[in-house]
T-cell receptor
């Protein structure tokens, strides 16, 4: 298995631009999580999906952030418009639904907004 | 909700010595406790986990212990090696919804 695949690995964009981060979970994993990691706040859960349905988006910072999961093998996290304070590493993770299992994280997308 | 705290924030050990990281949790309903290792430029990787029906679990040089009464669990690394240098995260899950609460992480530095 190739694991959780995220793209791009690095993204540099100008303030005000739209940014789309992508994630392909492990096949058969029905729960998907988006995290943001910064030095100050550590790992923050932004949103998670069970069976493609958003369950809890209370961690999404503001309306500029949106996430979708159109099918079991693909999810996107979009920031529009982006701001310098959005600079962070964004991780996607997946796990089987229903039982407690450790998450499998992707390699992350390092976002820099200038 | 669940609150997980880790201590110490940074730990330096001599190569060959043991390292211990301790975490406390707040929700007595939590029943699953994984540990993650994050190396520079990579995502967190699950290294060991324990469920509430056991008190200790070992895997080669790493072990995790759980004290449900005191609501704390610890990661033990023996015979540390330079490649053990990383940030380690603990987490806890009350179960049912797959959601994990993560600690802030510990930076472990193994000095050759």
């Amino acid at each position: 298995d190739a694991g959780v695949i995220q793209s791009p690995r690095h993204e540099v964009t100008e303030m005000g631009q739209e940014v789309t981060l992508r994630c392909k979970p492990i096949s058969g994993h029905n729960s998907l999580f988006w995290y943001r990691q910064t030095m100050m706040r550590g790992l923050e859960l932004l949103i998670y999906f069970n069976n493609n349905v958003p369950i809890d988006d209370s961690g999404m910072p503001e309306d500029r952030f949106s996430a979708k999961m159109p099918n079991a093998s693909f999810s996107t996290l979009k920031i529009q418009p982006s701001e310098p304070r959005d600079s962070a590493v964004y991780f996607c993770a997946s796990t089987p639904t229903g039982l407690n299992y450790g998450y499998t994280f992707g390699s992350g997308t390092r976002l820099t907004v200038v | 909700g669940e609150n997980v705290e880790q201590h110490p924030s940074t730990l330096s050990v001599q190569e060959g010595d043991s390292a211990v990281i301790k975490c406390t949790y707040s929700d007595s309903a939590s029943n699953y406790f994984p540990w993650y290792k994050q190396e520079l430029g990579k995502g967190p990787q699950l290294i060991i986990d324990i469920r509430s029906n056991v008190g200790e679990k070992k895997d080669q040089r790493i072990a995790v212990t759980l004290n449900k009464t005191a609501k704390h669990f610890s990661l033990h690394i023996t015979e540390t090696q330079p490649e053990d240098s990383a940030v380690y995260f603990c987490a806890a899950s009350p179960g049912g919804n797959n959601r994990l609460a993560f600690g802030k992480g510990n930076q472990v530095v193994v000095i050759p």
